[in-house]
C-alpha cells in the first residue's frame, strides 16, 4: 500500500517512516504539493507549535494541496500537531486558523496536571477502523499542552486532568494526538490498520 | 477517597503544634478565616481537633465550632473525649462525628456507650500506633489489648472508619505511613483516615491508590500552600489516571553497555541494540541512554550509537551525557533521540536550559542531577559524580523547573548501582518541591523498590540499570508486582 508522508521540517519525520515502513507501507516523503494533492493515503506528521506548524503548511502550498486531496478522497492521518492542525482554530500563542476539514478548537489543558503531558496515558475508543484489534484502555504515548476537547469526531479519548481528544475521524480523515511512532507494538498496530484501511 | 482539612483549635484561633508540644506553636489566625482561605468547599468534611479540650480534659473552643458546623460542613471533631456528656456537647454543636482517642482503646465500655447512644457511624475512633502496637495516653504506654484485638472490637461494634497514625513516621520527611495502612488493609476491613505525613499531592495519590483508606487529614500541608484544595481534590479523585514508567538505563561507553557501582568500576554489560530491542520486547515504556564516554572519540561513537539504537525501537528515547550547548542538544535530537538530559554544563551555565526548551520546546529537556547526602542536605555532583557543586539538589531542581526543565532525572549517587533501594527522602524532597515529573534513579534491587519510589518517593517513572542487565528482575515482573500493589502501569 502506497503512503504519502508529509516530509515537514520537524524531528519525529523520521521515526514516523521507520514506523509506517514496519507496517509495510511502501512509502513516498514528499513537500511537493502536487504530489500531495494527487496522492491517496497521506500522514500528516507535526511536533513543535500549531502556529509554526500551520505557517510551513502555507508557505509550501500543503494546505491547499491536502485539501484538494481530500476532496478527491484520499484518505488522511494527522499526528500530534498533525491532528491539531486539522481542526478549524487552536487557541495556542493566540488564536490561529487551522485546516478546517475536522470541526472543533484546541486548547490548553487546564487541570490540575503539570503541562506539558509527556508519557503513556490510557485511551478508549468507540468501534472505529484505526483501533481494530486494540484492547480498551490501552495507554498510548503522548507529549502534549494542548488538545482538542470533546470533538465532534472524536472517536478516542484520554483523561489529563479532565477527558480531552485522542482521536477523531470525518469520514476518510483521522487524526490522533498521541505518537503511534512511540507507542510500541500499540501505536504499530494503529499506524498498520490506517495504512491497510480500505 | 475524602480529603479532609484539619485545623487544630487553641486559644481561639488555628495553630499547628510542632512536634506535638505546647510551647512550639504556630498560629494561622481566626479559624474562619482560615477555612475561607482554603477555598473549602460546601458538603466537605473538615476535622477539627480541640486542643485545648485534650489539656484541659472537657470541651472549650464550642462556639468556633458552633461557628464552623453553620457553613455547611460536615465536621468531624476531637480532643480528650472521656464521657457521653462530653461527646453530646460536641454533637451539640453541629459536629457530625466525634474522634475519639485513648478512651476507644483503653475502654472497651465507654467506646460502645459511645455507639449506643449516638450509633457507629457518629464515632470514629483514633488509633496512635508503635511497630504493630496501639499506644495510649500520649503515646507514654502500650494498650493492653493488641492492634488485632481493638480493632476486631471496633468492628464488631459497627463501626465502619478509623482514624490511625503511626507515631513513627510523624514527621513529613518520611511521608504517610503506607506500610502501616497496607498491613491494616490485610488485618481488617476497617476503612482507614490517615493521619500525619503528607506533604504533597503525590501522597494524596499514593494513599488513594492503597484502597482501604477512605480519607486523608492534611493540615500543614494545606495551611502551608504546599498544595491546594482544590489541586488534592482532584488527584484523589483520579490516582490512576497515569500509568507510571519504568525505564531501563543504558550507560554508554565506546559503543558498549557498561555499569559500574557509584559511577565507578565499570563493567561490561552487552550491545546497546540488542538490550534496547529486548527492553521494549519486555514492556519497557521508555529508554535512557547515557553516554559516559571520557572521550571525543567516545563522544563521536555515541551520536552513532544513539542512531542505531533510536532505530531499533518504538518507544521514546531519553539521551544524556556530555551535552554542553544548544547544539549538542539538536545533534542527539536529529541523531534520533526524544528528549535530551543536561547535568554539568547547566550547572555551570543554567541558561542553556532555558535556551533548550526555547528552540526544542520544554518536554524535550531533562534536568540530570546527581545528589549526594551532605551533612543535613543534598548536594548536586557534577562530572559524573566526580565533583562536588556546592550547591543544594533541591533548589536546583525547582531552578531548572522555573528554567524550563520538563522532567528531572533523579539520581542518588550514594545509591548508585548499590541495590540497597532508592534514596527515598531524596525522592521526596525534589519531588515534593516541584510540579514536573522526578524519574527515581539509583538503587534499584527489589520490586519493593519500585513501589516504595513512586508511593512514598513520589516518583513519576523509575529506571534501573543492572537490575534488568543482569536479569535479576525482569520488567515484567516490576509491573506485575507494581499491578498487584495498585499501582497502575502501562
Not at chain 2, 230 to 257: K, Q, S, W, Y
Not at chain 2, 366 to 378: E, G, I, M, P, T
Request: aromatic share 6%.
Amino acid at each position: 500500500m502506497e503512503v504519502t508522508l508529509i516530509d515537514s521540517p520537524v524531528a519525529n519525520v523520521a521515526n514516523i517512516a521507520r514506523a509506517l515502513r514496519q507496517t509495510g507501507a511502501n512509502l513516498r516523503m514528499t513537500r511537493d504539493p502536487e504530489a500531495v494533492a494527487a496522492a491517496e493515503k497521506i500522514v500528516l506528521p507535526g511536533v513543535g507549535s500549531f502556529v509554526a506548524a500551520m505557517q510551513w503548511l502555507r508557505e509550501h502550498g500543503i494546505d491547499s494541496a491536502l485539501r484538494t486531496a481530500v476532496s478527491h478522497g484520499a484518505s488522511l492521518l494527522g499526528i500530534c500537531v498533525g491532528h491539531q492542525v486539522l481542526f478549524d482554530v487552536s487557541h495556542e500563542m493566540g488564536t490561529t486558523a487551522g485546516l478546517a476539514l475536522i470541526r472543533g478548537e484546541v486548547r490548553r489543558f487546564e487541570g490540575p496536571l503539570p503541562v506539558p503531558q509527556i508519557g503513556w496515558n490510557r485511551v478508549t475508543f468507540s468501534r472505529n477502523p484505526l483501533f481494530e484489534g486494540v484492547a480498551a484502555g490501552t495507554p498510548f504515548y503522548f507529549v502534549n499542552s494542548y488538545a482538542a476537547l470533546n470533538a465532534a469526531s472524536e472517536v478516542a479519548r484520554a483523561d489529563y486532568g479532565g477527558p480531552f481528544t485522542a482521536a477523531v475521524r470525518s469520514e476518510k480523515i483521522f487524526g490522533v494526538q498521541f505518537h503511534p511512532e512511540k507507542s510500541s507494538d500499540a501505536g504499530l498496530l494503529v499506524l498498520r490498520n490506517f495504512v491497510q484501511w480500505m | 477517597m475524602d480529603v479532609i482539612p484539619s485545623i487544630d483549635l487553641l486559644e481561639g484561633g488555628a495553630v499547628r503544634l510542632g512536634r506535638g508540644e505546647f510551647t512550639l506553636v504556630q498560629k494561622y489566625g481566626a479559624p474562619e478565616e482560615v477555612l475561607d482561605s482554603l477555598d473549602i468547599e460546601r458538603g466537605s468534611r473538615l476535622h477539627v481537633v480541640d486542643l485545648e479540650a485534650s489539656r484541659s480534659g472537657r470541651p472549650i473552643e464550642t462556639e468556633i465550632v458552633r461557628k464552623l458546623a453553620r457553613r455547611d460542613l460536615r465536621l468531624q471533631v476531637g480532643g480528650g473525649i472521656r464521657s457521653a456528656d462530653h461527646a453530646r456537647t460536641w454533637l451539640n454543636c453541629g459536629a457530625e462525628r466525634l474522634v475519639v482517642g485513648t478512651a476507644a482503646a483503653e475502654s472497651p465500655d465507654f467506646l460502645r456507650g459511645l455507639v449506643e447512644k449516638f450509633g457507629a457511624d457518629r464515632i470514629i475512633p483514633a488509633v496512635d500506633i508503635r511497630d504493630g502496637v496501639v499506644r495510649v495516653e500520649g503515646w507514654q504506654r502500650s494498650a493492653s489489648e493488641s492492634m488485632a484485638g481493638i480493632l476486631a472490637r471496633v468492628q464488631a461494634l459497627g463501626i465502619r472508619e478509623i482514624l490511625a497514625t503511626d507515631i513513627n513516621s510523624d514527621g513529613a520527611m518520611r511521608g504517610p505511613s503506607f506500610a502501616l495502612y497496607r498491613r491494616l488493609r490485610a488485618l481488617t476491613p476497617l476503612r482507614i483516615l490517615a493521619s500525619g505525613g503528607v506533604a504533597s499531592v503525590n501522597d494524596i495519590v499514593s494513599l488513594a491508590r492503597l484502597g482501604n483508606v477512605s480519607g486523608c487529614v492534611i493540615g500543614k500541608a494545606l495551611l502551608d500552600r504546599r498544595m491546594s484544595l482544590a489541586e488534592a481534590n482532584a488527584r484523589a479523585a483520579t490516582p490512576n489516571a497515569i500509568p507510571e514508567r519504568i525505564i531501563p538505563c543504558l550507560d554508554v561507553r565506546d559503543g558498549r553497555v557498561v555499569k559500574g557501582t557509584r559511577f565507578l568500576n565499570l563493567r561490561d554489560s552487552g550491545d546497546p541494540v540488542e538490550c534496547a530491542i529486548r527492553y521494549e520486547a519486555e514492556g519497557a515504556d521508555e529508554l535512557v541512554m547515557l553516554d559516559v564516554s571520557a572521550t571525543d572519540e567516545g563522544r563521536r561513537t555515541a551520536l552513532e550509537t544513539v542512531r542505531r539504537v533510536a532505530e531499533s525501537i518504538f518507544i521514546p528515547l531519553t539521551v544524556g551525557g556530555g551535552v554542553r550547548s544548544v547544539e549538542d542538544f539538536r545533534a542527539l535530537l536529529r541523531s534520533g533521540a526524544d528528549r535530551v538530559a543536561i547535568n554539568t554544563a547547566a550547572m555551570t551555565n543554567p541558561q542553556l536550559i532555558a535556551d533548550c526548551a526555547r528552540e526544542f520546546g520544554v518536554q524535550a529537556v531533562v534536568l540530570s542531577c546527581d545528589a549526594k547526602r551532605a551533612n543535613q542536605h543534598f548536594e548536586a555532583i557534577v562530572r559524573s559524580g566526580k565533583e562536588s557543586s556546592g550547591i543544594d539538589a533541591v533548589q536546583w531542581c525547582k531552578y531548572a523547573e522555573v528554567l524550563g526543565a520538563g522532567e528531572i532525572l533523579l539520581t542518588s549517587v550514594d545509591r548508585d548501582g548499590t541495590s540497597e533501594g532508592f534514596d527515598l527522602e531524596l525522592l521526596r524532597a525534589v519531588s515534593g518541591s516541584v510540579k514536573i515529573g522526578v524519574i527515581a534513579s539509583g538503587g534499584a534491587g527489589r520490586r519493593e523498590d519500585f513501589r516504595d519510589a513512586i508511593e512514598c518517593g513520589g516518583a513519576r517513572a523509575v529506571l534501573a540499570a543492572s537490575l534488568f542487565h543482569e536479569r535479576r528482575l525482569s520488567i515484567g515482573e516490576v509491573k506485575a508486582f507494581l499491578t498487584a500493589e495498585g499501582i497502575p502501569v502501562r
